[in-house]
């Protein structure tokens, strides 16, 4: 007999059963894949269709073990979100009825599948929402381990309604967040990161709804950007309402907003019950945080409150854009979701890159100030073929090290493996995967500081999709500036 994985989520008789994909072994990395909901019919217990429905779906037969657990969903009052755990009857095999339904079922062990099914429930909930606004959830979001879902989070919610900060995780990098319309809470972030008053936050929120709480009704395009890309690592500038306290905008008329698609940020915010204000949790000018422990090093007693839920997925911030006229979509600052993906979702509207007309018509200041940077020097490499990259490298590698300087190399996998295994390397990741450069890249330059490196080298990436938002994050770290 095999155990089959399948979360199953029972609300007002609709049952949704979640199967776990083929990417979530070994590190728990992936998300559960959906089979569609059926019904609970009248008189039927919730097991006994949960046995029909799994026979229809993947013609197989299953004996439901026993329910791992039962909560109730925070999004939908009274619900309750049940795991069940089956096995299979018999040697029936799984046949391909449905193959996309199919094919995504993970065979694990007992062990492992109760973590599972425990560690899903957050995932349960960005997909429900994901669900609500017609999407599916993206391919990389994180688990979270099982010790991070028993932190409080009703208890960090509570904290930020009664004005504390807190930080917390994001699909990007971690924030800090404090009750969007308390001004003097959000006054205490701008001095815990010693910020500029002149930088606006970002507001988080947690639903549809709740955007209309901080910003003005919205026209075509501002609307069609949130139902296709929220929860998502997008910020859209909106016009700002008068609740939102002038500190948090730093005196524009836009308010940027953004719902992210983390399942402990989605939890916390509903648990904030609260729109909340939130920068990137670094000190100014530095890399923004990926990890919890990233936060803690940074922070410490200034910011005792940290909902820890490890790395981040994407590892580059939110893209903040402006929709203008319902014709013209600006990138005021480059993130996450790439032009060219912008682009490909809106094919008949302009889709730019912010100019310095467009800065003046709506200051984005976080472009200005010195950003990313790690203590060291940083010295961006020319984008040269491998072999002549490597050629200057060793040449620039031995120089510093003749000057004194502590030197780190930080490039791909494939570029390492060319140099010789004396220097001091960070990998970025394969070059194969821009994204895992993306979400590598902070953590990287962080570490630079750790280990009190006086010299990066690092690599150029060509300015396509993600590479473009890596380029633009490695010159800003380069540069020698102010603030
Ligand atoms: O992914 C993210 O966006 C992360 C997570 C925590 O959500 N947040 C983040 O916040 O990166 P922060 O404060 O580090 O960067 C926000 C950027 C800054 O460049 C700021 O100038 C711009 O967004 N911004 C925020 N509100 C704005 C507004 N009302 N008008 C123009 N620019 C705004
Ligand atoms: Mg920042």
Redesign the pocket.
Known sequence: MESIVLGVIIHEGRIVIQKLTEEVRPDFRGVPAVMPGGRVKDKERPEDAVVRKIKKDLGIDVLVEGIIATREHPLIPGSSVVYYFCTVMGSSKIQNKNKEKASSVQWVDIATAIILMLTLYSQVLAFLIRHIYGKTLPQNVTLPKLEWLSQDISGLGKKVREGELVA?P????????ADAFNASAVARIFEVKN?PAD??????VFSLEAIERVAFGFDELSSALVKRFMPG?I?V?LA?NNNVPSI???G?P???V?I?SHGLALEFLSASAVPVA?????KSGKP?ATHHDHVIEAFGEQLPNVLRAGKTV?G???T?V?PQNNERLVI??Q??ISQEELQKSFPHVEVAIATSVDLKH??????KYRHYAPTGKVEVLPLLPKNRLVARVERLYRKALSQGETVAILCTTEVQQLLPTSFTVLPLGSEKKMNAVASNLYSTLIECDARRITKILIQSFSEKKAGRTIMERIRRASEIGIS
């Open positions: 917390f994001t699909e990007t990098v971690y924030g800090i967040g910020r930088n606006p936050l970002i507001v988080h690592p910020t500038l700002k948090v905008t730093a524009s836009y308010v940027g953004r992210p939130a920068p990137s949790a670094n923004s994407f580059l911030e939110s903040v402006l005021m600052r993130g996450a709506a200051p984005t200041p976080g472009s």
